[in-house]
Every structure is written in structure tokens, then in C-alpha cells.
């Protein structure tokens, strides 16, 4: 079966405009990835060098300033907290809203989002929105009814 490639999101700081799955340098760097049947982070890196650099950012100081900002994010989201019994992220990002009360989007303390209904409609939204995306998936290889019963007992059980 042959997959049709599309971005998975829009476009974000870390994922430029210019990797849009219809622009001609990303269906030859996909066709280079589909031709070695795997390849590394470091061999993609090298082929972009070698086709015009038009993936990657190769403003050094531009891209020390993202990788910063990258790592900022990774390490907001790298913490856990036990919260009411649970173990859950410690802090959430959370976009600006006006219209939920969310003044201010960035990153967010557990304790705040839980007090304050705009932001927990936003995270259960995110968190649903997701469940959505790894069902589709999922679906895509076909689970046995077997398979289909185990993953709903073990969501279940999760969310108990």
C-alpha cells in the first residue's frame, strides 16, 4: 500500500512553512528517505547540505537561538508531578484565549490549569484532540477485535 505524505500540523517555529509536502525540495528529500528505506537525522542533514539547504536552518545563529528555544520547551515539558494521586506533566503550555479568560498563553503550573476552566478545556481539548490522531492510526493497521478489546480495557483502566 503506498502512503500519501502531507505535514502532520501548520507550521510552527520548529516546523517551517517551507516544509509544505507539496514544495519540490521536500518531495525529493522524502523520495531520498523512501529510497534508502531508513535513514538517520545526520544523513538527512547531509543530503540537505548537498541539495541547496533549503530544510534546515544554516544561519548558525539563527539556528543556536531555536535549538535554545527548543530546548526550553523540552525541559517545561520534561517534569512530572503527582497531583491528586496522579502522575501528570507539572506544567502545560496553554494558548491565549480571550474568550476563555486566557490572557496570556505559555507554559503553565498543573495547580493553575486545574483552577481555572478555560485552561482545562484547552488541555482536554489538546489531550482529545491527540487520542483522535493516535486512533487514526491505529486504525490504519487493522487491530484484530483481540487487540481493539486490550487497547480499550488498558485506556479504561488508565483513566480510572
Known amino acids: 500500500m503506498k502512503a500519501t505524505m502531507t505535514t502532520a500540523a501548520a507550521p510552527t517555529t520548529d516546523t517551517p512553512a517551507r516544509w509544505g509536502h507539496s514544495t519540490t525540495h521536500v518531495r525529493k528529500a522524502l523520495k531520498f528517505i523512501k529510497s534508502k528505506g531508513a535513514v ?17 536552518v544554516w544561519n548558525n545563529t539563527e539556528a543556536a537561538e531555536r535549538w535554545r528555544l527548543h530546548q526550553a520547551r523540552v525541559f517545561m515539558n520534561s517534569f512530572r508531578a ?25 507554559y503553565y503550573a498543573i495547580e493553575t490549569i486545574s483552577a481555572h476552566q478555560g485552561m482545562r478545556d484547552q488541555v482536554v481539548g489538546d489531550i482529545s484532540r491527540r487520542m483522535a490522531v493516535l486512533a487514526s492510526e491505529l486504525k490504519m493497521w487493522r487491530l484484530t477485535e483481540p487487540e481493539r478489546a486490550d487497547l480499550f480495557e488498558r485506556l479504561r483502566a488508565a483513566m480510572e
Do not use: Y
Open 40 to 56: 538517520t537525522a545526520d544523513q538527512l542533514v547531509e543530503w540537505d547540505d548537498s541539495h541547496g539547504r533549503r530544510l534546515f
Open 82 to 106: 503527582q497531583f491528586e494521586g496522579m502522575r501528570v506533566r507539572a506544567i502545560i503550555h496553554i494558548g491565549e484565549d480571550e474568550e476563555q479568560g486566557i490572557d496570556r498563553g505559555g
